[in-house]
């Protein structure tokens, strides 16, 4: 430990001679215990002797250094605790933009399933209508090509006979002509 000796200025001089400008007020403190630790007791005594103006400068000057310390302290103790505050607040605000950022993807991707089966049911529903639709219209197109068909071919042996009570050809097989279905051709060739 080094010991300080008082300089003629009031200053601490270490025991190399050297002044200590910069002394805080723990070295000045533990300055102060060694004096009283080392101090010759009076004689036929156990109190110590010790320079009670030397204790009280050493003791004020370490009060007097004590403040800005402890202000030193403090504001480092105040750095600290609005760094940390700080910190947890930005990694706060990142977890919670994490979890914002997890539930929309969460959201997005139920989103995007629900999308998909919703399309793909409305697709398997429209083919379905489609499907049917076609068959009904191939139904209905059936049912008038049958109808046109059996118009068509009595329209056919209409005209056959029509033909034929304009330019009779004699038949070679000695078949009668065939029967009209309607009766007469035309009305007015009735009697």
Known sequence: MTNYDDDPHGELVSDD????????????????????ATARTIP????PMINRDEMVELLEEALHRLPD????????????KEFLTKTRRE??????????QAE???????????????????????????????????DFCD?????????????????????????PVPRLTGEPPPADPEGEFFDQDRG
């Not at 090509?145 to 034929?164: H, N, P, Q, Y």
């Open 17 to 36: 001679g050297q002044l200590d400008h910069l002394a805080d007020s723990e070295t000045i403190l533990r300055r102060a215990i060694d004096i009283i």
């Open 104 to 138: 929309r993807m969460v959201q997005r991707t139920e989103v995007v399933r629900a999308a998909e089966l919703r399309a793909r049911k409305i697709v398997e529903a429209a083919e379905a209508r489609s499907t049917q639709m076609k068959l009904e219209v191939e």
């Open 143 to 167: 049912q008038r090509l049958a109808s046109f068909e059996i118009v068509l071919d009595k329209t056919m042996k209409l005209v056959a006979a029509g033909r034929e009570r304009l330019n």
């Open 44 to 47: 036929l005594s156990s109190s």
């Open 91 to 100: 990694a706060d605000d990142i977890l919670d933009a994490s979890r914002n």
């Open 69 to 80: 310390e402890l202000r030193q302290a403090r504001w480092l103790l105040k750095e600290r």
